[in-house]
T-cell receptor
Framework: EDQVTQSPEALRLQEGESSSLNCSYT??????LFWYRQDPGKGPEFLFT???AGEEKEKERLKATLTKKESFLHITAPKPEDSATYLC????????????FGQGTELSVKP | DTEVTQTPKHLVMGMTNKKSLKCEQH?????MYWYKQKAKKPPELMFV???????INESVPSRFSPECPNSSLLNLHLHALQPEDSALYLC???????????????FGQGTRLTVV
């Protein structure tokens, strides 16, 4: 069965304290892994797309990496405005664009 | 411009009401999606439209009826809903839903639906 697991469920950081979020996946035929940020009561905001193992993408304080079994979202020197839920999703071959989401990591950054 | 616009932002409806949610995008995307999200849970796919035709229905109850009038618009018609249908309803779009043309999906801000 196709599965996406994110850890930790919740993460509390002090401002400036770097850390990583994990997304592990067990799927048949990965066609893309996506990271989204979601603020409370809002829709997911697209961050990154990763297609193949070894690929890396960066945006401001965020860096996403991909291996054959998992993806990491590294947050360098986070600020309070980075507080949000971070969602990982995968697209699988022959599933017509369907995204399968992990449960999310709720990040809280305190000043 | 990566904007997907959903209206209304909030909706309260009784179990005997009929209402509709609307979604619009002007990115030229040919695939549009409805997702349902309960509190503290990830989005779950409901429907996929590809080139204005329904391509995926994730066994959604018939009280939810999708419609794609044209390539820019997506509606979700609601009838005889139950309180457990209360959730955030998200619309998304992507360039396509199949093949190499598919890239990331962009989401709207959602409609917060409360069924009383």
């Amino acid at each position: 069965e196709d599965q996406v697991t994110q850890s930790p469920e919740a993460l509390r950081l002090q401002e400036g304290e770097s850390s990583s979020l994990n997304c592990s996946y067990t799927v048949s035929g990965l066609r893309g892994l996506f990271w989204y940020r979601q603020d409370p009561g809002k829709g997911p905001e697209f961050l990154f797309t990763l297609y193949s193992a070894g690929e890396e993408k960066e945006k401001e304080r965020l860096k996403a990496t991909l291996t054959k079994k998992e993806s990491f979202l590294h947050i360098t020197a986070p600020k309070p405005e980075d507080s949000a839920t971070y969602l990982c999703a995968v697209r699988i071959y022959n599933q017509g664009g369907k995204l399968i989401f992990g449960q999310g990591t709720e990040l809280s950054v305190k000043p | 411009d990566t904007e997907v616009t959903q209206t209304p932002k909030h909706l309260v409806m009784g179990m005997t009401n009929k209402k509709s949610l609307k979604c619009e995008q002007h990115m030229g995307h040919r695939a549009m999606y409805w997702y349902k999200q309960k509190a503290k849970k990830p989005p779950e796919l409901m429907f996929v439209y590809s080139y204005e035709k329904l391509s995926i229905n994730e066994s959604v109850p018939s009280r939810f009826s999708p419609e794609c009038p044209n390539s820019s618009l997506l509606n979700l018609h609601l009838h005889a809903l139950q309180p457990e249908d209360s959730a955030l309803y998200l619309c998304a779009s992507s360039p396509s839903s199949t093949g190499a043309g598919w890239t990331e999906a962009f989401f709207g801000q959602g409609t917060r639906l409360t069924v009383v």
